[in-house]
């Protein structure tokens, strides 16, 4: 199964947290129908990523300070040709961001946003205007672990989800009530 194929089962299958979810839901798979050129930066009306919410035994999220956009976000990105899975390419992501192994995966999205960034190509070109369809997840940190922070990051830090850094991204405090959700069993 490639990476489109696994894009389309999920979202068709994903019973939505809510009903933003469930919008961006249908419009994620309204842009699935253009092709797997829709999980790509080729793509310029827009393309899907995938990113994860980290977090640890306390019940802390780990954000970062995107280096570029200067806002505390959950670490993901873009999807890459290596990637079996949505739920991979996220994890991949946040282990690359996070430096922490052994993160262990929630398969089932929390939800997704769909929102304008600016965003390169893969080839370093200039960021031009595109959409990101994002699916998140849920990532659990091994107890112990240690943060280390990548080359797209300013900063990484483990916060509380009453008390999250400003500015904060759009989107991030949306996926908190569904990882509470998922953690719990409701």
Same mark, same amino acid.
């Given at each position: ?8 089962? @999920? !979202? ?23 092709? #797997? @050129? ?9 393309? @899907? ?14 954000? *970062? ?14 999807? &890459? ?9 996220? !994890? ?12 262990? !995966?929630?398969?089932? #999205? ?8 600016? *965003? ?7 960021? &031009? #205007?595109?959409?990101?369809?994002? @699916?998140?997840?849920? !990532? =659990? ?5 240690? &943060? =280390? ?17 400003? #500015? ?19």
């Amino acid at each position: 199964m490639s990476l489109y194929e696994d894009a389309v089962g @999920v !979202l068709t299958g994903w019973p939505a947290t809510s009903d933003a979810a469930e919008v961006a839901r249908k419009r994620t798979l309204d842009l699935l129908a253009d092709g #797997p @050129v829709a999980m790509t930066r080729a793509h310029r009306a827009g393309h @899907v990523t995938a990113s994860a919410l980290i977090v640890d035994d306390a019940g802390r999220v780990l954000l *970062c300070l995107h280096g570029r956009l200067g806002m505390w976000m959950q670490l993901g990105g873009h999807c &890459e040709a290596g990637d079996g899975t949505l739920a991979a390419a996220a !994890l991949r992501e946040a282990t690359e961001e996070s430096g922490i192994d052994g993160l262990v !995966l929630d398969p089932e #999205p929390i939800d997704i946003d769909i929102h304008e960034v600016r *965003c390169g190509a893969a080839d370093g070109a200039p960021a &031009e #205007p595109s959409v990101h369809y994002d @699916v998140r997840f849920l !990532l =659990r940190a091994p107890a112990g672990s240690r &943060e =280390r922070i990548s080359a797209e990051s300013s900063d990484l830090a483990w916060f509380s989800t009453d008390e999250l850094p400003s #500015p904060l991204a759009g989107g991030v405090v949306q996926q908190i009530g569904p990882a509470r959700a998922r953690l719990t069993g409701r």
